[in-house]
Nanobody
Framework: QVQLVESGGGLVQPGGSLRLSCAAS????????MGWYRQTPAKERELVAT???????NYADSTKGRFTISRDNAKNTVYLQMNSLKPEDTAVYYC???????????????WGQGTQVTVSS
């Protein structure tokens, strides 16, 4: 009964920017840590950035300070602002969230459907 819906992917030229969004909906009691991961056919899924409920962030070294993760707890939404994009950033980006489901008193890990980011001229 909980879904994560991603949006914002697309094709962008090197040096350009994209903003990804991921909104959780359903029977949500609360959300814990949320994050972004990416995957290519040649690599396993890897962490891009995470953010706790309190706003503490963690970034992969590969972002080189170019990406910014943020969240809106009232909207159960996490964002990823990507600037100075490089071809090597090309991947499918997945949203992940730890969600406490209402009534169950249980926490589960949910994944978004993935959104393609392609950086190419």
């Amino acid at each position: 009964q909980v879904q994560l819906v991603e949006s914002g992917g697309g094709l962008v030229q090197p040096g350009g920017s994209l903003r990804l969004s991921c909104a959780a909906s359903g029977s949500i009691l609360s959300t814990g840590t949320m994050g972004w991961y990416r995957q290519t056919p040649a690599k396993e899924r890897e962490l891009v950035a995470t953010i706790t409920n309190g706003g503490s962030t963690n970034y992969a070294d590969s972002t080189k300070g170019r990406f910014t993760i943020s969240r809106d707890n009232a909207k159960n939404t996490v964002y990823l602002q990507m600037n100075s994009l490089k071809p090597e950033d090309t991947a499918v980006y997945y949203c992940k969230a730890i969600v406490a489901v209402a009534s169950t008193n249980n926490k589960y890990v949910y994944w978004g459907q993935g959104t393609q980011v392609t950086v190419s001229s």
